[in-house]
């Protein structure tokens, strides 16, 4: 497993992170196997979101009751959590991201976050305010780093501006097929191709020029809250077709390749995985570090039935 030191924090970093959103339903001991699976894997990096769950802190509650860690344990892992989304509205004030950390920290029976996200874009957001509750939450050691989630650059310097803290890492949405921050850059002065249009306000090159680490949620996604297009012959027969060429070739599972095409990308991309199959995990981890040739990486591509001017 590849390990990536987080510019600006002390963080080392699996580039292949387990993601807890949906252990809610899970028994302890499963919870348990999952997070061995994991560990066994080289992933020592963990997300949540004080919204996973039905209710709020849900699956926090679930792994802080499952999951014991003595204070070395503790330190070789990463725990990271997002704040912001509330029941019908988004919600940056200082209050509300406070209390949501303290209720994250005893739901998860830790003592502080390794990383707080801001979930997604609050356009009420006043930075001021943000910075605030960031050096209250830094200065108690409650919250150690602190990144963002769904982010555009403008949005990303705006905070900036009024915060202390290095803004570290963007979770976005990213898969061989949901490749926007990926494909407009590719097909940049083609109007007559839709991939030309920046719909993600260059995030890609903001990332890579301010050393922000991104995070790929949804890896095996074909779209926003859409169907898996592994094993997908259907609507993704020649993609399925090239991936489980490669796998036969690496001697890896097909999911392994699919996080390959985005940890192969020179900006040091993390993965962030939503599944509970502890096979999955493993399957997945195996792509780590498969070292896709550019000419895979860009087969792999066109197969999604991106444009290649």
Not at 17 to 27: N, S
Not at 123 to 145: C, I, K, Y
Request: proline share 5%.
């Amino acid at each position: 497993m590849l390990i990536l030191p987080i510019h600006g924090t002390d963080l080392h970093s699996s580039n292949v992170v387990l993601g807890m959103m949906r252990i809610e339903r899970l028994r302890d001991d499963e919870i348990r196997h999952l997070v061995a699976v994991a560990r066994d894997a080289g992933v020592n990096t963990f997300d949540h979101a004080d919204i996973y769950g039905s209710q709020r802190h849900a699956c926090e509650q679930r792994f802080g009751d499952a999951i014991s860690l003595s204070p070395s344990e503790r330190e070789s892992v990463v725990i990271q959590s997002k704040v912001g989304i509330r029941h019908g509205f988004y919600d940056f004030s200082k209050a509300h991201i406070v209390r949501s950390v303290e209720e994250s920290l005893l739901a998860l029976r830790t003592e502080y976050l390794d990383l707080l996200l801001l979930h997604r874009p609050d356009t009420l957001m006043e930075p001021d305010e943000v910075a605030e509750a960031f050096d209250e939450l830094q200065a108690s050691g409650r919250v150690r780093n602190f990144g963002v989630s769904n982010h555009t650059p403008g949005q990303i310097e705006v905070l900036r501006r009024s915060v202390r803290q290095p803004l570290a890492v963007n979770q976005v949405q990213l898969s061989l097929v949901h490749a926007p921050l990926i494909a407009s850059g590719l097909s940049a002065n083609i109007a007559h191709l839709d991939a030309s249009i920046d719909r993600g306000s260059g995030i890609l090159d903001h990332a890579r020029l301010s050393r922000m680490t991104l995070q790929a949620w949804s890896p095996f996604q074909s779209g926003f809250d859409s169907g898996v297009f592994l094993g997908d012959r259907e609507h993704f027969g020649p993609l399925n077709d090239e991936i489980d060429d490669l796998a036969e070739a690496y001697r890896v599972p097909p999911a392994a390749i699919a996080v390959a095409w985005i940890t192969r990308h020179p900006s040091n991309m993390q993965v962030v995985l939503g599944t509970t199959n502890p096979e999955r995990v493993a399957d997945a981890a195996a792509g780590s570090e498969i070292p896709l040739t550019r000419e895979e990486w860009y087969r792999l591509f066109t197969a999604a039935g991106h444009a290649l001017p």
